[in-house]
């Protein structure tokens, strides 16, 4: 329910100037994707790591 009553008060700006919805939808079209990139980048990561690990021990 705060939300919904401080809504009518959010005002965003960037850089000095007011953004309306429409712009900060747009910077958020790519989101998933950025997401889904950085998930698949750990887990490379991480499976690098316990390779060597596992190549460290032997």
């Given amino acids: 329910m ?4 401080n ?8 850089f000095g100037r007011s953004i309306t919805v429409g712009e900060m939808m747009e910077e958020d ?5 950025r997401y889904g990139v950085c998930v ?5 990561v991480i499976i690098w790591v316990r390779r060597k690990e596992t190549e460290g021990g032997r």
């Fill in 40 to 44: 698949l980048a750990g887990l490379a």
């Fill in 2 to 5: 705060r939300a919904k009553r």
């Fill in 29 to 33: 079209t790519g989101l998933p994707w």
């Fill in 7 to 14: 809504l009518s008060v959010f005002r965003p700006e960037r």
